[in-house]
């Protein structure tokens, strides 16, 4: 079975184009497979998204919330070997999540932003 690197990181905030860009720059640095991100703070639009994937080298699933605050992404790297199944937005820019099928295991990725003692939790489940 190939690796695969997961990632998840408190942005806060990627409203800053600027800091997008470095942010999304480092990430792919770091060959992470999957990253799940947490408070991105800010209203994307399509245009947003779009080249979020472009710089990004993958694709981008990114709930953000009205108000430019809260606010959640899940990134897949292009070289990641998976095929996506279903991406769901489960509660807008507090809960995704994303089924993936992964060298035949089937993988549900939950990326959830809670405040428990300001800690962002992720729930993965693997389905046979």
Do not use: P
């Amino acid at each position: 079975m190939s690796s695969v690197r997961i990632c998840t990181f408190n942005v806060k905030g990627l409203a800053s184009i600027t800091k997008r860009d470095r942010v999304l720059c480092w990430l792919n640095q770091q060959q992470f497979s999957i990253v799940l991100l947490q408070e991105i703070h800010y209203n994307a639009n399509s245009d947003d998204k779009e080249k979020c994937a472009s710089k990004w080298n993958g694709n981008c699933y990114l709930s953000d919330y009205s108000n430019n605050s809260l606010g959640v992404g899940i990134l897949i790297n292009a070289a990641c070997i998976c095929k996506i199944l279903e991406y769901q937005e489960i509660i807008v820019g507090r809960m995704q999540r994303i089924q993936l099928d992964i060298e035949g295991k089937i993988i549900n990725i939950f990326n959830i932003r809670i405040y428990m003692h300001q800690i962002a939790m992720i729930l993965i489940f693997f389905v046979h």
